[in-house]
């Protein structure tokens, strides 16, 4: 029975930070004896959010007004510090354990018969995440009184990276324009910026470029640098280190010069002069981001120099300063001739970057991202995580939902980056798995980490859908600590986020944990991709848009089979760009994992999967079943109505109910589409209908608020004739067909 108690509304903006009363009293019994007083050892920007955020945190779930001090009173306290003034004011302490950079240890003291807890680390930093530890660990009700946890980041790389343009608009934005950029400058009120990075570092992110990849040269001029100053101001203050992206022709376009030949001393001179300015007005930048020869961006090919020369060239200006230059992966040729069989955009990364490997400066890293094509519902772990050896690596994963929904659909993508990350590449021999190659860990590399592709905006609640919010809670928590499971992810945060309530929680984290699958299953499984609109938004139905172009995202589906050949034997060979053993896993039909098995392979619709299913039925079950799995999902949350707040509540229905409907134009648009190509009946008999597009695009149109509505789109192959009566009866009862 829901809950009758009115809730208080929320809008999301607190996030995973909101610190609600906790009304249990057994629960809030444990924390009597937390110490009255916060001592601040050091007087610096981060130590001060520290205790800022203790007086917050535990204001608002203890009801308790902590004492400030700068020296120990002769009572308990908390007490933050780095290493060198804890072991000077707790002599007793003894040795402080070995931590990485940013890494905080959390000790309970008993000193003259009072007990003081400490928050320690070697940085300070470290005490701030250390402080976000003890508030975490104080809102998911464990104890605080017998600690002793030590900390440290398992990679030294835990960046953001935000594709927002000067003008305020965000590429791959779905939540409202930048909360950086404005009519060509920096927003005047930075108050969304400061929480913001309150955010990244509660989650240990320590650094985050505000500007597009696909980057504007004037950012790195004169007039644009002290405006660029002022949001890594605040970034400081929560230990965020700022990052900048460059457009490689700059000397040409700001610099005065006809030329950005990477070797051309005039070139070198401008790098050199910019850096050194930018470094000026922001001495701790952590570096840029290039993005250059990819997609229509000028790089080193305009003058027949590698990615090396091209990545050389700043990273030599940069070295001086201790920055580091990422240098995007993401590089392929988007005007290939569809027809050769032979070609294959998800070769490209390991193709250009596999024989440059040892020809990078050490503060260059390769940004690769997760899987070789774009962010799929599904890819294979990019090979070229095991083929750099000499070189540091960052993998890149997508928070903001590209092709997975856009925010619209609910798509916890955790589990999804927990299997690229686990992923065995036998880079040297078994144990090498793609999370320890990128820390560095596997080649002995002297940094690397992970990148996410973050695009909060200037809604309430960041990311449009407020179950958005846990790949980002998510990305942070995996970033400090790939070793944690997705499900205990998702628990944490829906108890941050929703509060202890045990139907809400099991009911949340269910719904997460299944989004994945679901959205797989109703779009594009087996590897074949998503299926959806390449040619306009990257959202809704469209598997011819894919074909018969140049952009590589090719399924080559056709009468007899569907599928790419990536094959060693007869295929583009990208398979061989895999250490052996992973190579004979996937160029065998019999190994091949069926949910790759057509990224790998091209078979017929007839090919029988390890499931006993042909590959034709498992298209039309699975997108009914994803359909269904959808609808589910808008009557698992109507049950919580009552238990959680109005507002959120309300939002997360509309998005749900949106989803459902849009589910079912999926499912109708890809299963007509592939039953035209292969000529084979559902043996269940539910697909065959004769589409009906404009029925179908108007009924994805109703489901949603019109400043969000899809823009009409040509290459919508929709859904069938039944579609409307097939959405309004799929969120109120289970389809008969259920398989």
């Given amino acids: 029975m829901a809950c009758s108690l009115r809730l208080p509304a929320e809008t999301g903006y607190d996030a995973w930070l909101r610190y609600s009363a906790i009304d249990d009293a057994r629960a809030t019994k444990q924390f009597e004896s937390l110490p009255a007083v916060i001592v601040a050892l050091e007087d610096s920007p981060m130590v001060k959010s520290a205790q800022e955020e203790l007086l917050r945190g535990v204001k608002g779930m203890l009801g308790r007004t902590l004492r400030t001090a700068n020296r120990l009173p002769g009572e308990g306290a908390i007490v933050l510090g780095t290493f060198n003034s804890i072991s000077n004011a707790f002599p007793s302490i003894g040795r402080v354990p070995p931590l990485n950079p940013d890494g905080y240890w959390l000790k309970t003291l008993k000193v003259d018969g009072h007990t003081c807890v400490v928050i320690t680390a070697p940085n300070e930093r470290g005490v701030l995440y250390g402080t976000f530890d003890l508030l975490r660990r104080i809102d998911l009700r464990e104890s605080v009184l017998r600690l002793d946890v030590k900390e440290s980041p398992y990679a030294p790389v835990r960046f953001l990276n935000h594709w927002d343009n000067l003008s305020g608009a965000i590429e791959r934005g779905y939540a409202g324009k930048s909360i950086f950029w404005e009519s060509n400058h920096i927003v005047a009120d930075l108050a969304r910026v400061r929480d913001y990075a309150r955010l990244m570092a509660s989650v240990g992110i320590n650094g985050c470029s505000i500007n597009n990849v696909n980057a504007d040269s004037r950012v790195v001029t004169p007039g644009y640098l002290p405006q660029v100053a002022r949001v890594a101001e605040v970034f400081r203050q929560w230990g965020v280190r700022m990052v900048i992206s460059l457009d490689f022709a700059s000397p040409r376009k700001v610099g005065g010069i006809d030329t950005f030949d990477p070797l051309d001393p005039r070139a070198v001179a401008f790098w050199e002069k910019t850096v050194d300015e930018v470094y000026r007005v922001i001495p701790d930048l952590a570096g840029f981001v290039l993005k250059a020869d990819s997609e229509g961006r000028l790089g080193p090919s305009e003058y027949g120099r590698t990615h090396a020369d091209a990545a050389n060239v700043i990273a030599r200006a940069i070295k001086p300063h201790g920055g580091v230059l990422f240098y995007r992966g993401f590089v392929y040729n988007h005007k290939m001739d569809w027809r050769d069989l032979k070609l294959d955009r998800a070769r490209a990364a390991y193709d250009n970057f596999r024989k440059l490997d040892g020809k990078f400066e050490d503060n260059v890293i390769i940004q690769i991202k997760h899987g070789p094509i774009d962010f799929q519902v599904r890819e294979p772990a990019s090979p070229l995580f095991g083929g750099l050896e000499k070189t540091s690596q960052a993998v890149e994963l997508q928070i903001t939902q590209e092709y997975l929904g856009q925010q619209r659909h609910l798509c916890y993508v955790v589990p999804m980056w927990k299997e690229t990350l686990d992923f065995d590449m036998h880079a040297r021999g078994p144990g090498t798995p793609v999370k320890a190659i990128v820390a560095g860990k596997t080649f002995n590399r002297p940094t690397g980490g992970f990148v996410g592709v973050s695009n909060v905006g200037r809604d309430a609640n960041w990311l449009g859908h407020h179950l958005a919010l846990a790949n980002l809670y998510g990305f942070g928590r995996l970033a ?48 074949i991709g998503t299926l959806t609109d390449i040619n306009h938004i990257h959202f809704g139905p469209a598997p011819e848009s894919s074909e018969h172009n140049g952009w590589g995202q090719w399924h080559r589906s056709n009468e007899s089979g569907t599928g790419m050949n990536r094959t060693l034997a007869t295929g583009t060979g990208y398979i061989g760009q895999y250490a052996p053993v992973v190579t004979q896993r996937y160029e065998s039909l019999k190994a091949c994992p069926d949910e790759l098995l057509l990224f790998m392979h091209h078979v017929p619709y007839t090919h029988v999967l390890h499931s006993g299913k042909t590959v034709i039925q498992h298209f039309y079950d699975s997108h009914y079943a994803g359909a269904e799995e959808a609808a589910r999902f808008v009557r698992q949350w109507t049950a919580l109505k009552g238990s959680i707040d109005e507002q959120r509540y309300k939002e997360t229905l509309a998005r749900l109910e949106f989803q459902a409907g849009h589910a079912v134009v999926w499912r109708d648009a890809i299963n007509n589409w592939f039953l035209k190509q292969s000529g084979i009946a559902d043996r269940k008999g539910r697909v065959g209908h004769h589409p009906n597009r404009i029925e179908a695009e108007a009924l994805a149109q109703q489901a949603f608020p019109p400043s969000c509505r899809l823009r009409p789109s040509p290459f919508y192959v929709s859904a069938s004739s039944s579609a409307r009566a097939s959405w309004r009866s799929a969120v109120s009862k289970p389809s008969v067909n259920q398989s």
């Fill in 480 to 527: 400090w600590n790939p070793d944690l499971g997705a499900r205990q992810i998702a628990d944490e945060w829906t108890r941050l986020t929703f509060g202890h309530d045990p139907r809400v929680v099991d009911t949340i984290v269910d719904l997460q944990l299944k989004s994945w699958p679901a959205y797989e299953n109703y779009t594009g499984n087996l590897g």
